[in-house]
C-alpha cells in the first residue's frame, strides 16, 4: 500500500489550503484514512478522521476550521482547512488503517505566516 499526499504550501493567516492523499495498492474496503499533523518538536497528533462508512472524528484543536472527507471509488481522502493560524505549521501526514495495518504517507508541509 502506498499513499501520496500533496496541496501543503505556503499561505497566510487566515487562508485555507485543500490536502488531498491518495492510497493505492491492496487495501481492504473497510478501513479508516486521516489526517495527522506534526510541528517541529512536538508529537504526531490527529487531525481529523473518517471511516470508509463515513464516520467522523475531529481534534478539538481544528474543529469547526477542518473538513474531511473521501472519495471511496478513488481511495482518496481530503482535508479542507480554513482561517488557518501560525499554530497550525506543520508536516500533515495521511494515514490509511485496516484490520491490524497502518500505514502513512510521506507528509505535506503547511507553512502558515504571513
Known amino acids: 500500500v502506498q499513499l501520496q499526499a500533496c496541496g501543503g504550501g505556503l499561505v497566510q493567516p487566515g487562508g485555507s489550503l485543500r490536502l488531498s492523499c491518495a492510497a493505492s495498492g491492496n487495501i481492504f474496503r473497510i478501513n479508516v484514512m486521516g489526517w495527522y499533523r506534526q510541528a517541529p518538536g512536538k508529537q504526531r497528533d490527529l487531525v481529523a478522521s473518517i471511516t470508509s462508512g463515513g464516520k467522523l472524528e475531529y481534534a478539538d484543536s481544528m474543529k469547526g476550521r477542518v473538513t474531511i472527507s473521501r472519495d471511496n471509488g478513488k481511495n482518496t481522502v481530503y482535508l479542507q482547512m480554513n482561517t488557518l493560524k501560525p499554530d497550525d505549521t506543520a508536516v500533515y501526514y495521511c494515514?490509511?488503517?485496516?484490520?491490524?495495518?497502518?500505514?502513512w504517507g510521506q507528509g505535506t508541509l503547511v507553512t502558515v505566516s504571513s
Open positions: 494515514n490509511l488503517k485496516f484490520t491490524r495495518y497502518s500505514f
